[in-house]
């Protein structure tokens, strides 16, 4: 009966039906143990994501994409924007990022995203002067290496670039900020003439974030209440498609409203906020992943989107400065383990995505509160100090640890400075207020983790510096190439 043939074409015909056409997925590093790159790229394929996206350019993750046929998105950082001012710097990036790695059996970059959500108000216009001249430079540095018909230079925005106006809030009369129009304008028409997309990053959760006016539900794909675009008359359920239709409206009020564009992120956090929970993000997910498998679009834009869920794994070492839920926006915990049931193809199944496999832990141990300790005056300065340079998230309001007790809240710093510190002995001193131990903390939602094994796991970004022997020779066919 074990027909090794036909085992394999039922597993082949799993893989090709497990993923709705063409989704993609940001894949971020800012962890403090990463998952090896090859480990990611075989999880990618284990669930049948074909499309990535990047925020650099590092050689590792290239290497472990190289020969794989899933489409990339590199990145070139908001801080090197700059750089990008001077045509020559442009031209060697793009000969070092992405020609290089242009050939059978490389990698296939389809996109280099310049600059990461620059217009962020947040940012006080810092980037506002140098990402078109970047956006220009890079894209006609494509066209002069002769592959700017294949690969195309977008910016990835946040939704905070377009907005409707307070009396009429509604996406048909979606506009681009005034403060930034004119840079806008600009970026718009220069896609437009090389066809390249627009791309932007939509976040329901955020609308909710912080904002307890706003409806609930809408932030969902299911039992929304209509709202009527007084505009068009056209009912919006969800906020996802009235954010979409307000950038549709503002492209075409710039003239190009039949422009393509890509969703560079979307999803939900599983913790550091109320509303970031698994729940909230299987129902989430679980209304967006059938509508992208339906191929149904937006009101003003019916038919496929392009999407990249935002984000593959945990990144422990994000900046917590739009809130803890920064660190919790995978599909997949640190260690490459799905959270919750999330069927990829779209059909609503309850099933599991396919965890990272051979993925290596530190031992079983943990660091705790000495409960034999007798001086507690300086516990406070210890769990601060732990939380610090560790990752204390899951403590605060609304999420996963909330509910411990003040023994409980110690012990849960102080072993995630330990986990971080790779249990090093001196890591769990605390002033004589730790203590190892080998009884697992974890209680109900709250999990006391154990961190990937440091000699599995390469040190966040140092590995692009420790290939494997594999990679090397791969190092060498592209030197090869280069001369
Ligand atoms: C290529 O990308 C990497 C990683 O993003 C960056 O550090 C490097 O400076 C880039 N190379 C060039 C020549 O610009
Ligand atoms: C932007 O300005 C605000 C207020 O002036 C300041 O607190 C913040 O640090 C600035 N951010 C950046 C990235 O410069
Ligand atoms: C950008 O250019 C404008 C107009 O030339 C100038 O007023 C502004 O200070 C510049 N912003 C930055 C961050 O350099
Ligand atoms: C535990 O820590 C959290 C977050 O700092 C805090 O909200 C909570 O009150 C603490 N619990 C106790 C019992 O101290
Ligand atoms: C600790 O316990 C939790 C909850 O029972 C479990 O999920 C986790 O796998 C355990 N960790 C280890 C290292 O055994």
């Not at 195309?152 to 946040?158: E, G, H, Q």
Request: aromatic share 12%.
């Amino acid at each position: 009966m074990s027909n090794p043939l036909i085992l394999n074409l039922l597993l082949l015909f799993v893989i090709l039906g497990s993923c709705v056409n063409g989704l993609g997925v940001n894949w971020g590093t800012q962890t403090t143990h990463q998952l090896p790159p090859k480990t990611i790229v075989q999880m990618l394929k284990d669930n049948g994501i074909s499309k990535v996206k990047l925020f650099d350019a590092h050689q590792g993750t290239m290497i472990a994409l190289a020969g794989s046929d899933i489409e990339v998105m590199v990145a070139i950082p908001n801080k090197d924007l700059l750089d990008m001012n001077s045509y020559d710097r442009a031209k060697q990036w793009v000969k070092r990022n992405v020609t290089r790695y242009n050939f059978k059996g490389g990698v296939s970059i389809k996109y280099v995203a310049v600059g990461n959500e620059p217009f962020l108000k947040a940012y006080n216009g810092s980037f506002l002067n140098t990402t078109f001249p970047a956006l220009q430079n890079i894209q006609n540095a494509l066209n002069e290496a002769g592959v700017g018909d294949s690969i195309k230079a977008t910016v990835p925005l946040n939704a905070d670039v377009y907005e409707s106006p307070e009396n009429n809030p509604y996406p048909s009369f979606g506009r681009f900020r005034t403060d930034i129009l004119g840079q806008m304008t600009q970026i718009v028409e220069f896609l437009a003439k090389n066809n390249a997309p627009f791309t932007v990053n939509i976040y329901p959760f955020l609308s909710l974030y912080g904002n307890d006016d706003f409806p609930f539900n809408y932030a969902f794909f299911d039992g929304g209440t209509p709202i009527v675009d007084s505009g068009t008359g056209i009912q919006y359920t969800n906020v996802f498609d009235a954010n979409f239709d307000t950038l549709v409206s503002a492209l075409k009020a710039v003239g190009h409203g039949d422009m393509p564009m890509i969703v560079g992120e979307v999803g939900w956090p599983t913790d550091g906020d109320k509303n970031a929970n698994n729940g909230n993000a299987y129902r989430f997910y679980n209304g967006l992943l059938p509508k992208l498998a339906a191929n149904k679009g937006t009101p003003l834009r019916p038919g496929y989107i392009e999407v990249y869920l935002f984000g593959l794994v945990d990144e422990d070492a994000k900046s917590i400065d739009p809130g803890y839920f920064e660190r919790h926006w995978g599909i997949f915990r640190y260690d490459g383990q799905p959270k919750f049931a999330m069927d990829l193809s779209g059909q609503g199944q309850n099933k599991m995505l396919i965890g990272a496999s051979g993925v290596k832990y530190m031992p079983s141990q943990w660091c705790m509160l000495n409960p034999d300790a007798k001086d507690m005056s300086k516990l406070v300065d210890n769990i601060k100090y732990a939380c610090t340079w560790s990752d204390c998230t899951a403590l605060g309001y609304g999420s996963s640890c909330n509910n411990l007790d003040a023994n409980g809240n110690a012990s849960y710093a102080f072993n995630m400075y330990y986990q971080i510190k790779n249990q090093d002995e001196l890591a769990c001193g605390f002033q004589g207020l730790g203590k190892v131990t080998t009884q697992n903390l974890s209680q109900g939602q709250c999990s006391f983790i154990i961190q990937l094994d440091p000699s599995y796991s390469p040190q966040s970004s140092s590995y692009s510096s420790s290939p494997s022997l594999w990679g090397l020779a791969f190092i060498m066919i592209l030197t090869f190439m280069l001369l």
